[in-house]
Structure formats: C-alpha cells, structure tokens
C-alpha cells in the first residue's frame, strides 16, 4: 500500500462557538478531529505543518478563517502530514506577477 493524498475543505464554524481567545486553537483541534475521521488515525498520528498553523494564526488569535482547504497524506507507517495545496498554475502567475509588480 501506498501513500494516499486527499484535499480536504474543513469547515471551521465551530470556532465561532469558542470563546474569543482561544478560537484559533479550537480551529487547529477542529482540523485534527476531522483529518482523524477522514483518514481513520489516531489522534498523535496526525502532523500539522507550520505553514498551515501559521495560515490560521494569520489573523489572531480571535479571527481564524471559516473555512480551510488542506492536503492530507497518509504514509505506510500511519502517520498524516496536513499541509496547505499547491495554489493552482493560474494562482501561482499571479502570485509571480505581484512579487514582479512590488520589486
């Protein structure tokens, strides 16, 4: 058996029920439990990548995003790497472009 890579839309609406202050980590908690039911692992099985934490974080503490895209893969050995997708060919142009357009 292989690794298996999904992309995953995680709705984040229970965040909104958390008090202000500790929302951005009910979000992360909110990843981890549906990453666990999707790909059937335990809950230390599952690593979520700094640029992911960082991108839910982005905001405050109080402000995480109500929804998040995620890629998920699942190793031989078990273990779930959550990252954030590759942006699309055309996301990526216009990234290029703005970074051309502020030199």
Known sequence: ?????????????????APRTKRAKR????IRENIMRHMKVAEEKVWIDTALNEKIW???IQNPPSRI???????DD???EVSLPEPKK?????????IKEEE
């Open 78 to 80: 078990g273990l779930v």
């Open 69 to 75: 895209s995620v890629k998920a893969v699942k190793f």
């Open 1 to 17: 058996m292989d690794e298996t890579e999904r992309i995953i839309t995680i709705p984040l609406r229970a965040t909104k029920m």
């Open 90 to 98: 055309v996301e990526k142009k216009k990234i290029e472009e703005e």
């Open 27 to 30: 979000a992360i908690k909110e």
């Open 58 to 60: 982005e905001r405050g």
